[in-house]
């Protein structure tokens, strides 16, 4: 499998994930620089976190008129998965392609630690090396990371089982019913606040979150390879 790891002007997080794919997962994978205008030839992206332009305008607004997003979009619609960590939540959330916004945390301060996620549906291209309701420990390093949507917009997500991980025990942020990440209704496009390729190995204090990206390729092979 060939994941594709987005570069904005602005991630800090693109190495990271780069370095689970290729290190822990042992899986081909690129960086795309954000004004590429083809992304057929890789089989997942990858949206990090960081500082995409400065988080000027609003986080995530100017990533998303990259060039690179357009092809994000195709990805999604073709069935790709498409993952976005913490400023790339931000980034998928602008682009349309996850419900919801994100605000500033509810203390107004970032915050950098270890935080304790309840996996709410291991049913997905993203979770299913997990056991549901497993609770798992990941960083989080953001300073809007507040989950919110309009009333409607929530209930659909628990009607067709969108919430994918809750805050267990304390929520950091204040987001709406402890929700740290969701999924499409399609399930194929995740975004996420916390940060599971700096959970890749015992030594970096977990290796939670190379479940997530065992779970891709687990999908992947099964649909593809016979």
């Not at 800090?12 to 370095?19: A, L, P």
């Amino acid at each position: 499998m060939k994941f594709a790891v987005l570069v904005f002007p602005g991630s800090n997080c693109d190495i990271d994930m780069y370095h689970a794919i290729k290190d822990e997962l042992g899986e081909e994978v690129e960086y795309v620089w954000h004004d590429a205008t083809d992304l057929s030839g890789f089989d997942g992206i990858l949206v990090p976190g960081g500082f995409s332009y400065g988080d000027y305008l609003r986080c995530g607004a100017m990533a998303n008129q990259s060039n690179v997003m357009a092809e994000v979009k195709k990805a999604a619609e073709a069935g790709k998965p498409v993952l976005g960590v913490c400023n790339g939540f931000q980034i998928l959330t602008e682009a349309g392609l996850l419900p919801g916004a994100l605000l500033r945390n509810q203390n107004l301060k970032f915050m950098c630690r270890t935080v304790e996620l309840k996996v709410e549906n291991n049913n997905t291209l993203f979770t299913n090396q997990y056991e549901q309701g497993q609770t798992i420990n990941i960083p989080i390093a953001h300073g809007e990371g507040n989950y919110y949507c309009d009333d409607e917009t929530l209930a659909k997500l628990k009607e067709n089982n969108q919430i994918v991980f809750t805050y267990s025990g304390e929520n950091p942020n204040g987001s709406l019913v402890d929700i740290a990440g969701i999924i499409n209704e399609r399930g194929n496009v995740l975004g996420m606040m916390p940060h599971p390729e700096r959970a890749v190995h015992e030594l970096l204090g977990s290796d939670d979150g190379l479940a997530l990206f065992k779970s891709i390729v687990k999908q992947w092979r099964e649909s593809h390879v016979s």
